[in-house]
């Protein structure tokens, strides 16, 4: 069984790009969540999403934004980049709720 | 503001003896627990779930909860250098995969 799957693993922008990131899930899981990993803060949640809904939010400006089709697949947009976005990116799947299984990451750097 | 809290370590144990990692969490209504196991430049990776009260054991780790005293811990019988990672303790707030992390315990085990 796949695990959870992010594209692009790396990525390089400048400040004030936009990005997007993408993420598959675990075949069957319909919740995807995303956070964000620095070394200062952690790892803080951005938002979750379930059968195309967003359920949850963390405390992120706007600019952060997300999506899910309905295969499941999520996208998480970030527009105009600050030096203080460059984190690893990480998205988690569920089933419904309960344990969640992460993926790779996404190293975005912001130059 | 809900809060998990670890002791950041770093905690040094040797080869074949036992680790503790303990964490403590302020909301009184969480209900999942999580134990994630991150190297260093990888994802964080699932060990343990527990949701009641008592010991949950799975090969060489058990995870303890205590909601009255609102305390979660990991032993680790048996300890190897392998197991010397950082161990994020997690909750989950809403029941919907939205995952709150501590700041994590560094965890080196000497051979």
């Known amino acids: 069984k796949a695990g959870v799957t992010q594209t692009p693993r790396y990525l390089i922008k400048t400040r004030g790009q936009q990005v997007t990131l993408s993420c598959s899930p675990i075949s069957g899981h319909r919740s995807v969540s995303w956070y964000q990993q620095t070394p200062g803060q952690g790892l803080q949640f951005l938002f979750e999403?379930?059968?195309?809904?967003?359920?949850n939010k963390g405390n992120f400006p706007g600019r952060f934004s997300g999506r899910q089709f309905s295969n499941s697949r999520s996208e998480m947009n970030v527009s105009t980049l600050e030096l203080g976005d460059s984190a690893l990116y990480l998205c988690?799947?569920?089933?419904?709720?309960?344990?969640?299984?992460f993926g790779q990451g996404t190293r975005l750097t912001v130059v | 503001q809900k809060e998990v809290e670890q002791n950041s370590g770093p905690l040094s144990v040797p080869e074949g003896a036992i680790a503790s990692l303990n964490c403590t969490y302020s909301?009184?209504?969480?209900?999942?627990f999580f134990w994630y196991r991150q190297y260093s430049g990888k994802s964080p990776e699932l060990i343990m779930s527990i949701y009641s009260n008592g010991d949950k054991e799975d090969g060489r780790f058990t995870a303890q909860l205590n909601k009255a005293s609102q305390y979660v811990s990991l032993l680790i019988r048996d300890s190897q250098p392998s197991d010397s990672a950082t161990y994020l303790c997690?909750?989950?707030?809403?029941?919907?995969?939205?995952?709150?992390f501590g700041t994590g315990t560094r965890l080196t085990v000497i051979p």
């Open positions: 999403y379930f059968s195309e809904t967003q359920r």
């Open positions: 988690a799947s569920s089933y419904v709720t309960g344990e969640a299984f």
């Open positions: 997690a909750l989950d707030q809403t029941g919907a995969n939205n995952l709150f």
């Open positions: 909301d009184r209504g969480s209900q999942s």
